[in-house]
């Protein structure tokens, strides 16, 4: 069993949908959650983090941590063709450096 | 400009003909790593490095060595590639992640290599 898992989609939906992107995990000593937005032949680049559990919101984007269900999300609302891209989940535990990554999921928005 | 950069791109070779991926970051962090991303396994680490003369192994080492001779720069060699690593390679660095921020790795544009 992968340490995190994470849909890979793809996942279409039209322009200005709310869009729900989910991770689970076994490691109940992760404390750092972050969404990296990767788009095509591009590295990766933070787009939110989150500390232990709880939400917090920039702009369109809400990041959600659930730490007693092991389970993380990020919603995109309003969604825009611009937001097409994938977007790896990444944890880490409290001291560590290593982030660990989830598979990625690939979402396209349609205009 | 904050950055990392990696070269080459893209890179064809033939099997067992060592290659080097440079990689340098301008934001003198001290944390250095290399990923290789597959089609449904997501990114996974290949070797990091805390310091200067400092590495070691990450999740997928075998088949790869690297160096760290100056903060700047973390080549990833492959001394006798082989067709199966062939993949998406990223290079990234970072700060000490601390334990209110500094979450961020940056990542370079990726390494597109094809053995043959």
């Known amino acids: 069993q992968k340490e995190v898992e994470q849909d890979p989609g793809p996942l279409s939906v039209p322009e200005g949908a709310i869009v729900s992107l989910n991770c689970t995990y076994s490691?109940?000593?992760?404390?750092?959650f972050m969404w990296y937005r990767q788009y095509s032949r591009k590295g990766p680049e933070l787009l939110m983090y989150?500390?232990?559990?709880g939400n917090k919101e920039d702009g369109r984007f809400t990041a959600q941590v659930d730490k007693s269900s092991k389970y993380i999300s990020l919603f995109i609302r309003d969604s825009q063709p611009s937001d097409s891209a994938t977007y790896l989940c990444?944890?880490?535990?409290?001291?560590?450096?290593?982030?660990?990554f989830g598979q990625g999921t690939r979402l396209t928005i349609n205009p | 400009e904050a950055q990392v950069t990696q070269n080459p791109r893209y890179l064809i070779t033939v099997t067992g003909k060592k290659l080097t991926v440079t990689c340098s970051q301008n934001m003198n962090h001290e944390y250095m790593s290399w990923y290789r991303q597959d089609p449904g396994l997501g990114l996974r680490q290949i070797y990091y490095?805390?310091?200067?003369?400092?590495?070691d192994k990450g999740d997928v080492p075998e088949g790869y060595k690297v160096s760290r001779k100056e903060k700047r720069n973390f080549p990833l060699i492959l001394e006798s590639p082989s067709p199966n690593q062939t993949s998406l390679y990223f290079c990234?660095?970072?700060?000490?992640?601390?334990?209110?921020?500094?979450?961020?790795?940056?990542f370079g544009p990726g390494t597109r290599l094809t053995v043959t």
């Open positions: 490095s805390m310091n200067v003369e400092v590495t």
């Open positions: 990234a660095s970072s700060g000490e992640l601390g334990d209110r921020g500094n979450n961020e790795q940056y």
């Open positions: 490691n109940s000593a992760f404390q750092y």
């Open positions: 989150t500390y232990s559990s």
């Open positions: 990444a944890m880490r535990t409290q001291g560590a450096q290593k982030l660990v």
